[in-house]
């Protein structure tokens, strides 16, 4: 795996601290007929974000192989890194929390986090519960995005630190969420079965019919061509007869303009949402919907995206007033971790004229959290004519 940039495209970076996370980018600057393999920059991420290597000004382009992220501290620090810009919104490396002494690699499997001595985090155990303080429970301790500070209640992924009593016995690290660098749909934890859905961001043609599930896509899985600027969904994944559906352009009945768009997104970072029940239900009914006009094909794929925590099996759908009419489909098997999800549905015989989608969601274990806001990002939903 590796990244791919344009002449004048910028990585920046951030750390807890200054002068405590060492960064090397290795890749292949190449400019013109010169091909340069090499370390593309190296230094130390600032305490406040700012741009760490400019790829060189046109023809030039560059390949990022390898990104390491060492933290030469006695002390745990996060770290954050950014593509084309400084806002949370060109994250390609959300906050994370490297240990002290520890190290974290981008490299052909994606993003892996290692301690002190080397080893690569997994999934353990979730520590016990902290002694109660003044002012609330401290969560358990534990690795991952920074969780919202709340009202004091069930155990729950970490918040920020707030006006505490004195800090409870830390219990046993539990790591093991992974950014897939190729952009693929991937979470997973301990002895939960992951849920991966291969992707393909860089393709330079359209995808055919012998792009199946023997390559190992789904149905679900995005293609995007870069050379004539056009996306796909693939609808069956069956070997040597596979079905992709142009989004972007007149293809398979598609339209060049999504027929609907939400762009839900906080001012401050909060709970969209939260479920423990079986049974599919509204999200926000309020902000978590798209209105549309149904094609005359009267088939359309609705496009999800959210930031989300789960306790276990956790599914998404879509809604029409009180009909379920998308869903429940599994978006992630995680426990303990806050993750990106994502789904595509494909409805069909839809009726003539307006309608509007509620975004749902249930569970099979715990409970189903949405999240929005600066540090989250939005909540997502587009619809597309098939």
């Not at 509620?358 to 189903?368: E, V």
Request: glycine share 14%.
């Amino acid at each position: 795996m590796s990244l791919t940039l344009a002449s004048a495209n910028t990585i920046a970076g951030v750390a807890g601290s200054a002068a405590s996370i060492t960064y090397t980018i290795f890749g292949d600057e190449i400019l013109g007929a010169t091909d340069a393999f090499k370390v593309l920059a190296q230094g130390q991420l600032p305490a406040a974000i700012a741009t760490i290597y400019t790829v060189p000004a046109a023809p030039a382009e560059a390949i990022v192989k390898a990104i390491h992220l060492v933290n030469g501290t006695g002390s745990s620090v996060t770290a954050a890194l950014r593509v084309n810009g400084t806002l949370a919104t060109n994250a390609i490396l959300p906050p994370i929390t490297i240990l002290a002494g520890g190290f974290a690699i981008f490299a052909d499997d994606g993003w892996r986090a290692y301690n002190d001595q080397g080893q690569l985090l997994s999934a353990g155990a979730t520590g016990a519960t902290g002694a109660t303080g003044l002012a609330g429970v401290t969560g358990p301790a534990g690795f991952g995005l920074p969780g919202l500070e709340g009202e004091d209640g069930e155990d729950g992924w970490p918040g920020p630190p707030g006006p505490t009593g004195e800090t409870g016995a830390t219990g046993s690290v539990a790591t093991d969420v992974i950014w897939d660098a190729a952009g693929d749909t991937v979470v997973g934890s301990g002895a939960n079965a992951a849920v991966k859905r291969k992707n393909n961001d860089s393709a330079a043609v359209a995808p055919t019919v012998n792009d199946d599930s023997g390559d190992g896509y789904s149905i679900g899985s995005r293609w995007l061509n870069t050379t004539a600027d056009k996306e796909y969904v693939c609808l069956d994944a069956t070997v040597g007869a596979a079905v992709w559906v142009e989004t972007t352009a007149a293809g398979g009945g598609g339209s060049s303009a999504p027929l609907g768009i939400l762009r839900y997104a906080p001012g401050t970072d909060t709970t969209v949402g939260s479920t423990a029940s079986a049974t599919q239900s509204d999200i926000d009914a309020t902000n978590c919907i798209v209105t549309f006009t149904a094609p005359a094909s009267g088939k359309v794929i609705v496009s999800v995206g959210v930031v989300a925590g789960a306790g276990g099996n956790s599914f998404l759908g879509l809604r029409e007033s009180t009909t379920n009419v998308a869903g429940p489909e599994l978006v992630t098997s995680v426990t303990g971790a806050v993750v990106m999800c994502s789904r595509n549905f494909y409805l069909t015989g839809i009726s003539a004229g307006s309608h509007t989608y509620k975004l749902a969601f249930s569970t099979a274990q715990g409970t189903f959290t949405l999240f929005g806001g600066p540090t989250y990002g939005k909540v997502e939903m587009t619809v597309w004519a098939a």
